[in-house]
Structure formats: C-alpha cells, structure tokens
C-alpha cells in the first residue's frame, strides 16, 4: 500500500513539474517580447562560471526614484514598452486596469539596498567562455504571456538583436 501511495505522489509531483514547464514553453514559443535596458554590471562568478550580474536602468530611472518611498516592500510597476519595445516606466501598480500595451513588472526592494527597486532574475547565466559574446549586452529580452508572466529569454545588443553563439568554444 505504501509503494502505491509513493507511486502516486512522484507521479503527481512528476505532473506538476511538467506542467510548469509547458507552461514556461508556451511564454518563450509565443510571448510579446519586450526589452529592458541593462545597467552595467561586472560578470564573474566563481561558484556558478559566468554569468552576468544584472541591474535595470529602469530601476534607476528618475521616475522610479521618485515614486519609491510610498511602495510596498514587494509589488508591480507598470511598464509599456516603446516603439522599439524597450520598457518605459509609467507607474507603480494599485489595482488599476491596465490601459493598451501595459504590461505589469513585479520588483522588490530590501532595507538592506535603501528602498532601492530591484527586478528580478538578477543574472543571466551562460557558458564558460562565452562572456566575450555578452559583453555588448544593452538589454535584457524578456517575453511576456498574455497573464504577465515573464522570462528572461536571452541578451540583446543596442540594436535589439538577441545575442546568439553559435560557434563552439574549446
């Protein structure tokens, strides 16, 4: 009986893994890209390889910065990304609805940075020797679902082109 019961729990938490990650599949084949610009940042980790360390010129913006005192520890900021879908910030999230083209942004922010707004993911990890492909970073290219679920897919250079390698390092 107890083999049975353990079956079934392996294969419950088997299917629910699996779901989260069609889920996560489903965002990344038909997600509405949008950009946010990095702030730079130096990339090494000696635990993890390398990886860059990421930080959001849209957390530093002077609008950010204005409005972050009255914020929450955690929430959403309103983003719409612009013609060149590169994310503006328009306003902290209240409940409101969302007018066309918004998009909502969850960040956090600790009394360890001072109020500061972050967003998350923070790193971007890639394979090692690879950082030389990364170093023209200028945004994050994240895709959004139509819920507002996001990832962070990939790397982009000034033009919005996502970073790609191809070349295998030795």
Known sequence: MRSRIMIALALAIFAVL????YEKQKIIESGEIVLLELAPVDPRSLMQGDYMSLRYAIERSDAVTEQREAQRKRGY?????DEKNVAQFVRFHAGEDLKAGERLLRFHKTHET???VYIVPDSFLFQEGHAKHYEAAKYGVFKFDGDDNRLLVGLATEDGKMIVVTEPEL
């Open 77 to 81: 900021m309103v983003i719409k990304p």
């Open 114 to 116: 001072f109020g500061s």
């Open 18 to 21: 699996n779901f989260g990650i």
